[in-house]
């Protein structure tokens, strides 16, 4: 499912933090939000998940019109930087956790619920820490729950908010990585905000660079270094040493 975000504002109070963005994804596409502290990319996600809402400007999900759709009815999955995993509750239990709340006409028998729990365990290689709570697991570990209890409710979009932040470098190269071939299993359009320059063009199709609100430049590492009209571009990149 392609996502549009069609001449989107947001102020607070008096202060522009979005300003006229024009921003289209593709069905299956992952692209990374990139720019500076205050540049509006968090903002952007959290309006495009429903979190927020613009002051102007519409949200599609494909052709359909979710500018003032709530939260709950948008089927995104969401995955932060400080994983929000329910302590209480095993690494199986936290994933099962949106499965097990759908509304009773909408939720999976216990054995799909089981099955389908143990599939994405796999696919993020913790079959054997099932049992395990959030305080015996890595902080790569952590994030790894919180990807596939994104994934589990089968969302119509992932979007990821500094998802590997708080990760030291080697384990957030190893995440990544591992990122974009889960991405390549589900085909889900996928969003990534992220204030790492690296990051963005390694894990992204398409980076997204913003700055005070605006949409500086889109396009593929290549691009970036071919175009380098754009001076705020140029600087923040350091064409050449970071593409």
């Keep these: 499912m392609g996502i549009t975000a069609k001449q989107i504002s947001k102020r607070f109070g008096q202060t522009k933090v979005l300003q006229d963005v024009d921003l289209s994804i593709g069905s299956g596409e992952l692209i990374s939000l990139l720019g500076p502290s205050g540049s509006g990319k968090t903002t952007l996600l959290r309006i495009i998940a429903g979190l927020d809402y613009a002051n102007n400007g519409q949200i599609l999900f494909g052709e359909q019109d979710y500018t003032h759709i709530p939260?709950?009815?948008?089927?995104?999955?969401?995955?932060?930087?400080?994983?929000?995993?329910?302590r209480n509750m095993t690494v199986f239990d936290?994933?099962?956790?949106?499965?097990k709340v759908k509304p009773r006409g909408e939720r999976l028998s216990k054995k799909d619920i089981k099955e389908r729990v143990q599939e994405l365990l796999k696919v993020v290689q913790l079959t054997q820490y099932e049992h395990r709570y959030p305080e015996q697991l890595s902080g790569g570990q952590k994030q790894r729950v919180a990807l596939a209890r994104a994934l589990a409710?089968?969302?119509?979009a992932l979007l990821l908010d500094e998802p590997f932040g708080a990760l030291d470098t080697k384990v957030r190269k190893e995440l990544r990585h591992w990122l974009k071939k889960v991405h390549q299993e589900f085909?889900?359009?996928?969003?990534?905000?992220t204030h790492d320059q690296e990051e963005?063009?390694?894990?992204?199709?398409?980076v997204v660079v913003m700055n005070e609100g605006r949409i500086e430049k889109i396009g593929t590492k290549q691009e970036m270094a071919?175009?380098?009209?754009?001076?705020?571009?140029?600087?923040?990149?350091?064409?050449?040493s970071h593409i």
């Design 71 to 86: 939260v709950r009815k948008r089927q995104i999955g969401f995955v932060f930087q400080q994983y929000a995993l329910f």
């Design 94 to 99: 936290n994933v099962a956790y949106g499965l």
């Design 153 to 156: 409710v089968k969302p119509k």
């Design 187 to 193: 085909q889900m359009t996928t969003i990534f905000v």
């Design 200 to 206: 963005a063009f390694d894990i992204a199709d398409r």
């Design 226 to 240: 071919e175009q380098t009209d754009n001076l705020f571009v140029s600087e923040f990149l350091d064409i050449g």
